[in-house]
């Protein structure tokens, strides 16, 4: 689930000197014209992690290669790591690894979910929290080159909900987002990529212009601009990323 700084550099420099990056914000208006340039590609993070910020913007500056990140606003200034950064923290002393309390856990209402975790944490010692700050989400946002999205107010898994909660969670998170940014935020995410047509449908009600799945090819002309799939990239070297990379998009 995490690229290391160096590995991270490795594949931007394949980006910049192999593809065509590209915003996101341009990719949707694209597709619906069915003109998606060949070989282009779109970054994007999710959650809004802070080293997104601190190690990933300089490297993006360096190299002129826009990017997303899809913030969980709940998080923002909350003083509170994301949920299953505790978790994991916790997998030494629990029964069951962490994976089955991850699945025990995703499903509940957020304040449900941090009652059984603040329980099994007690005695535990406190972590930095894990999301940007308000303050940091406007300095990653701050010239334009990163683009901020939209990742729901508690990360639910949305097909859970009703689609009233649905529509909640995305509008709520959209509000609160622009309000941090004093500007819009267009794009969407859908935690943990779970999502079904009536999560598609509340997207496109709540204002956004796209919204993001995790499933895992590439984007095709055929795509809705509502049920983007996504590469997911592991820490690979160079070569590596550029080999599996061409290959997704038929450039080798």
Do not use: N
Request: proline share 6%.
């Amino acid at each position: 689930m995490a690229v290391s700084p160096a590995r991270f550099a490795e594949q931007l420099d394949v980006i910049a000197t192999r593809f065509l990056p590209l915003p996101l914000s341009e990719l949707a208006p694209a597709l619906r014209a069915k003109d998606v340039p060949h070989g282009a590609v779109a970054l994007t993070f999710d959650d809004g992690y802070r080293d997104v910020l601190l190690a990933a913007k300089p490297q993006l500056e360096r190299r002129g290669i826009p990017a997303t990140v899809f913030v969980i606003s709940g998080y923002v200034d909350s003083g509170r790591e994301f949920w299953w950064d505790l978790l994991e923290r916790l997998a030494p002393q629990l029964e069951g690894d962490y994976l089955a309390w991850h699945r025990k856990l995703q499903p509940l209402a957020e304040s449900e979910r941090w009652a059984v975790l603040e329980e099994l944490a007690e005695g535990l010692e406190t972590a930095q929290p894990s999301a940007v700050s308000a303050a940091e989400l406007r300095l990653l946002a701050e010239g334009g080159l990163v683009e901020i999205g939209a990742h729901t107010v508690t990360h639910p898994a949305l097909t859970g909900l009703s689609r009233g909660e649905q529509l909640e969670e995305m509008r709520g998170s959209k509000k609160q987002l622009e309000a941090m940014l004093g500007r819009p935020v267009r794009a969407f995410s859908y935690p943990y990529g779970i999502y079904d047509a009536t999560s598609a449908q509340c997207a496109r009600a709540a204002g956004f212009a796209c919204a993001c799945t995790s499933v895992g090819r590439p984007v095709t002309g055929e795509d809705d601009s509502f049920e983007l799939p996504r590469l997911h990239i592991e820490d690979w070297p160079g070569d590596a990323f550029e080999e599996r990379l061409s290959d997704a998009l038929d450039l080798s």
